[in-house]
């Protein structure tokens, strides 16, 4: 027949375990013990915590601008919790929850905001990459990484983060189509929080749902609750699972929302209404999650309040830690090449006489004989 | 030795590299089956397997930025594009993140890559497949830029480039993969990356260059001895980051006067830099202006017009002559 209708095998799953209410499905409830349950909850709180600070610490002049992840902790933390250390972590710009729970020192996150490039530098034995600013270019390396773990031959897997506009990038179908043809085991969480700064989520996208991508691709595409952490944890699960076994990239459509500004330097107020961020705001992941394990018996009040108490203090200590750090203005020249080059030398030299108050570091009468190790 | 042409040295240069670190991996676009289409990988994928030679998907940005990923997972990807014209197409993660991440990271997470690319016209190619852009990659802090000119520096230095610890721009004259052929050592020779060559040694005029345009340059030094009795020393920069100031330096400083020539357009183009290093370094040494002999601020025109836009031995001489007769 000249025409007929090919039928793909691939749906795309929508999933929801603990709602808004702080019921839960007790048939998809992911085994979790008293401990993993309190971890979760105190990196929820944590990431909350440090955000609120953040957007303080910004106010006051004391970091540069901030982007926050208000109300997206579970969607980074739920696959941070779902891999083993060994594992790696690439995340976008709005994962701190993921960042810190992997093992990032706050100070150095909030040296990355300040500015600097230890905050971009993970302590040794960690397998995270930094933040990663322009839009989805990290699901390239993202997929790279998984291509290195799979020809080392473990069952290793790298998770990969970009947003909803991410999803329009060049670079996030490169990615996820190479990573695919290849059967690597890279698992890609797109969090899509509705907005890529001003831009709705349905003028990013045709397509009914982020997640039916992977149908394009030939890979699993699965949506889950985003606000839900239990859904994060399992779906995340799942997809790492499949990936260790050998079955590829799974791509995973966290559905969230942008609660705060895009950035401190944006105003959300020019393009969109506070009626539509109210609905969100019952959808808290924290509070759903509270109500999950205090019904539990997992925390009590009192056991919160000193969780919160510990939490203050570590915020104000990694404040304090950020703020007396003093970076050495000579290092950029260390970290171009493993080895300075002639011109960096040269650049260098010049750098420190500017420094030490000498001018541009030049010797006078540059052009004559006696200066000609200059290069 | 070996007589062989650029093309088979570079071959054998990759061959090398796989033979001796079994993390080295090549990828590009018909780099495996089809033996890449200047026939650079020939043989490899048969050698050393699907693994080691990736026939990668039509996509620039991912073989860079998977080859990323690579590295920081401790593997020596070595990138094909098929054509320099298309490498744009892989810039971003270039300039995102292949030259950064060394220095984002404080040298936690390096990219020990090369990126192979063919450039320059001269090859009747369509449009695309002809121009010198050099110059942006050299623009590019945390980039080498290592230019061949014949098959024995092309062996050596592609083998150098494969064991520099940082991403190194590997910038191939594809008129010249099989235009000579040149001695090649059979033990695995490697040069020292950002050290220009005298390659001929001479007492009026200093002539700068490197890559395809070497070959009109040698011819002309030819000429301005044969014809008009110039004693002209060249020099071969083969790489454009870092750059050799040292020898350009002696050189001019010996000469007094100086032809700075390449195929990329003139703005500023290399010689530029070249010219500014001149000027800063050994100033009150010169005994004329600089005359520079460039591709023109323009497009290269489709093949059919090409030629007379690109440097020739008759440019040269004439800018040569003219840096003579101040
Ligand atoms: C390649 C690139 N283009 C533009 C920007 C500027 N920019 C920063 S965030 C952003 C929107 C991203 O939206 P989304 O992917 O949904 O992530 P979100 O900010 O919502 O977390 C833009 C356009 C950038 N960082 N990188
Ligand atoms: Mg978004």
Same mark, same amino acid.
């Given at each position: ?375 | ?173 594809? =008129? +010249?993969? $099989?235009?000579?052929?040149?001695? #090649? ?7 020292? !990356? @950002?050290? %220009? ?52 330096? =002696? +050189?001019? $400083?010996?000469?007094?006067?100086? #032809? ?7 703005? !500023? @183009?290399? %010689? ?55």
């Amino acid at each position: 027949m000249p025409r007929k209708k090919i039928t793909l095998d691939n749906t795309i799953d929508s999933l929801s375990i603990l709602d808004e209410k702080g019921k839960v499905d007790k048939k998809l409830e992911p085994k979790l013990s008293k401990d993993d349950l309190l971890k979760l909850f105190r990196a929820m709180t944590l990431a909350r915590r440090y955000d609120e600070r953040m957007l303080k610490l910004q106010r006051q002049g004391r970091i540069g601008t901030y982007g926050p992840a208000l109300g997206q902790e579970a969607a980074s933390l739920g696959p941070a919790f779902a891999i083993e250390e060994s594992d790696w972590y690439v995340p976008s710009f709005r994962e701190p929850a993921g960042m810190l729970y992997r093992g990032w020192p706050m100070a150095r996150l909030m040296l990355w905001w300040g500015g600097n490039e230890i905050g971009a530098t993970p302590l040794a034995k960690m397998n995270d990459m930094p933040i990663s600013v322009p839009v989805a270019s990290q699901i390239q390396y993202g997929a790279g990484i998984a291509w290195g773990l799979k020809l080392d031959g473990g069952d290793r897997v790298a998770v990969a983060f970009v947003g909803d506009g991410g999803t329009s990038e060049g670079d996030f179908h490169e990615g996820l189509n190479c990573a695919a043809t290849f059967g690597l085991p890279l698992v890609v969480v797109i969090q899509n929080n509705h907005w890529a700064i001003s831009l709705p989520r349905h003028k990013q996208s045709a397509s009914k749902t982020l997640a039916q991508k992977a149908i394009a691709y030939g890979i699993d595409g699965i949506q889950t609750d985003g606000n839900d952490i239990l859904a994060m944890v399992e779906a995340t699960r799942e997809a790492v699972e499949k990936a260790r076994k050998g079955g590829g990239p799974t791509l995973i459509e966290a559905v969230t929302y942008r609660m705060g500004v895009h950035t401190t330097a944006d105003d959300p107020t020019k393009y969109r209404k506070d009626e539509e961020v109210e609905p969100w705001k019952p959808k808290d992941p924290l509070v759903r999650f509270w109500k999950y394990i205090s019904d539990k018996g997992v925390l009590d009040e009192a056991g919160r309040e000193k969780m919160e108490a510990e939490i203050t203090d570590e915020i104000a200590e990694a404040v304090q830690a950020s703020e007396s750090y003093e970076p050495n203005l000579m290092e950029p020249f260390d970290h171009c090449f493993a080895e300075r080059t002639p011109a960096l030398e040269q650049q260098r030299a010049q750098f420190e006489a500017y420094l030490n108050g000498n001018g541009n570091g030049k010797a006078s009468g540059s052009a004559s004989v006696s200066h000609s190790a200059v290069h | 030795m070996a007589m062989l042409n650029m093309a088979k040295a570079l071959n054998l240069a990759l061959r090398e590299a796989l033979a001796e670190n079994d993390k080295a991996i090549i990828l590009g676009q018909d780099v495996g089956y089809d033996e890449g289409v200047f026939r650079i990988t020939e043989g490899l994928l048969k050698q050393f397997g699907e693994e080691r030679v990736v026939d990668f998907p039509v996509a620039e940005s991912a073989i860079i930025g998977l080859a990323i990923g690579l590295c920081v997972t401790g593997y020596t990807p070595i990138c094909e594009m098929q054509f320099s014209g298309f490498g744009y197409h892989g810039f971003h993660q270039i300039e995102s993140h292949a030259t950064r991440l060394r220095n984002r990271t404080r040298g936690r997470f390096t990219c020990p890559m090369v990126i192979r690319m063919p450039y320059g016209g001269g090859i009747r190619a369509i449009e695309h497949h002809s121009e010198s852009r050099e110059t942006i990659w050299a623009h590019l802090p945390g980039m080498k830029v290592v230019i061949p000119s014949g098959p024995r520096n092309a062996r050596a230095l592609l083998r150098a480039s494969i064991h520099d610890p940082d991403p190194v721009m590997f910038y191939e004259p594809k =008129a +010249s993969y $099989r235009a000579f052929r040149e001695e #090649v050592p059979d033990e695995p020779e490697t040069m020292e !990356i @950002g050290k %220009a060559k005298v390659v001929r040694e001479g007492s009026d005029v200093t002539i700068i260059s490197y890559g395809a345009s070497m070959r009109p340059v040698l011819e002309a030094a030819e000429e301005l001895e044969e014809d008009h009795g110039v004693d002209a020393e060249l020099i071969d920069l083969l790489s454009l980051v870092p750059l050799d100031r040292d020898t350009i330096n =002696a +050189s001019v $400083r010996k000469t007094g006067r100086c #032809v700075v020539v390449h195929e990329a357009p003139k703005h !500023i @183009g290399p %010689a530029a830099e070249v010219v500014a290093g001149i000027v800063e370094d050994s100033l009150l040494y010169l005994e004329a202006p600089i005359e520079r002999v460039t591709g023109y601020d323009l497009v290269l025109p489709f093949f059919n017009s090409e030629l007379p836009f690109m440097p020739d031995v008759r440019k040269v001489v004439s800018a040569t002559q003219k840096v003579l007769s101040f």
